[in-house]
């Protein structure tokens, strides 16, 4: 936010920058009105109020100016009419249409892309998420040196400024480029131990499932609902930034490792993409998907589209997905919800809990699917099979009698086939519905 001195004989009161949004509608029927309600949800998040929107329905963007010279006189009278202190636009400009419209406009201008990171750079807490976000602050302003103009000068000029901006705005390329290179080289390292984290993570055999979505769909308040993980829960876009990992216990001495990711968002701005790549490659790595749907949204279907797509861009397309239609306690009336890409449904909400319990067996029976059900009578001499088949498998009973230790199980087909090399009694378990594939 930006402050303002107002004559008052006892305090400063705290002013919101007051913006105009713009936006282009290139055919009929298309998302543009929608895109602003969201862009007017960005802008508030960072701190700011939209005054007025106006749209230009036009064939095409117009290349110089983005829209065209009538609807920039418009804007320019929208401008003086409500005091505002700039505009934004819902398309990422060129360093042109930033240059010409400050020129015209004589006004601070913003994108979509700007505000995204503006938010990204106030929400950054971990070392790792501040590092991704100023290397894709300085990416983008690299390209904009020029066409940022005056708005890149001021110092402390509200939203759109925050982060490594704020330090020094009229840094040469020169320099940028070797802070993006430094940055580089920190964030390798970082991904190093990312990549150690997740190493030891497969060698202890506990699986993990990174939860995604829309943001504000409710992913944050599913993890703190399952694990206690005290994650910030607030109705906002991108509430939280960095992800967060914890634990579930399950049935069965099973657990499971449930990882959160960054909420997607339309036209999330590809530098942030590119920057946090590592972060959201966690569900590349992960064994299964939680989807998390907020069904209370007007535009759930458009959202659930736009997380697969994300997805897609990062090559992420042959996990289990199990998608979770969240909100529940919003609906008045239920209304039938599907989703042709996922492996599985269930309707939730985990505000309320409801649900939640149905999602915790139906994650039990998901862990389950690669494994087989057996009974195994074990040596006393064997205690360390004991210990590896409570660590890889689900142990569903477990007497120790006279003749050995007695345990059904349901175990990773690899770890039977063991088993059977230490000539162990073993058979399957049919009431179990157990897998009798290989044995």
Not at 306 to 315: A, Q, R
Not at 331 to 342: F, H, I, V
Request: proline fraction near 2%; charged fraction near 30%; glycine fraction near 6%.
């Amino acid at each position: 936010m930006i402050f303002r001195e107002v004559a008052d004989l006892y305090k400063n009161e705290e002013v919101a920058e007051r913006v105009i949004l713009v936006g282009v509608s290139e055919h009929d029927g298309d998302d543009t009105m929608d895109s602003l309600n969201e862009l007017k949800e960005l802008v508030k998040t960072a701190g700011a109020d939209a005054v007025a929107t106006v749209v230009q329905n036009r064939q095409m963007i117009h290349p110089l100016t983005y829209v065209g010279t009538g609807k920039v006189e418009e804007i320019r009278q929208l401008l003086a009419a409500y005091d505002a202190t700039g505009i934004v636009c819902d398309d990422e400009l060129s360093p042109a249409q930033l240059k010409n419209l400050e020129d015209m406009l004589h006004t601070k201008i913003m994108d979509r892309t700007l505000i995204i990171l503006d938010i990204f750079a106030s929400r950054a807490s971990t070392s790792e998420g501040k590092i991704q976000v100023e290397l894709a602050q300085l990416k983008y302003r690299l390209t904009r040196l020029t066409g940022l103009g005056r708005s890149m000068s001021r110092l402390g000029g509200g939203i759109g400024t925050r982060g490594p901006g704020e330090k020094k705005l009229e840094m040469d390329k020169r320099f940028i480029k070797a802070r993006i290179a430094q940055l580089n080289r920190e964030l390798k390292e970082v991904e190093k131990h990312r990549q150690v984290t997740r190493g030891q993570r497969e060698r202890s055999s506990v699986p993990v499932a990174a939860i995604v979505g829309y943001t504000n769909a409710g992913k944050s308040t599913l993890l703190n609902r399952l694990t206690d993980a005290g994650v910030m829960e607030e109705d906002k876009l991108f509430a939280t930034l960095d992800p967060t990992t914890r634990l579930l216990e399950l049935s069965g001495h099973q657990q499971l490792l449930l990882t959160d990711t960054v909420g997607f968002i339309r036209k999330l701005p590809h530098h942030l993409i590119d920057a946090f790549r590592s972060t959201l490659e966690e569900a590349k790595y992960a064994d299964f998907i939680l989807h998390v749907v907020d069904v209370s949204n007007p535009q759930v279907e458009k959202q659930m589209h736009i997380v697969y797509e994300t997805l897609e861009n990062l090559k992420i397309t042959n996990e289990t997905v199990i998608t979770l239609f969240n909100k529940q306690d919003r609906l008045k009336e239920q209304e039938p919800m599907r989703d042709g890409r996922a492996d599985r449904t269930l309707k939730i909400s985990a505000k309320t809990g409801e649900g939640l319990e149905d999602l915790k067996e139906l994650l039990r029976d998901v862990l389950r699917e690669n494994k087989q059900c057996v009974e195994l009578l074990l040596p006393y001499r064997e205690s360390g099979t004991v210990d590896l088949i409570h660590k890889k498998g689900e142990v569903i009973s477990q007497e120790y009698k006279a003749d050995g230790i007695r345990i059904k199980a349901f175990v990773p087909s690899e770890l039977v086939s063991k088993l059977y090399e230490k000539k162990i009694t073993l058979k399957v378990c049919l009431e179990e519905g157990g897998n009798r594939d290989g044995l």
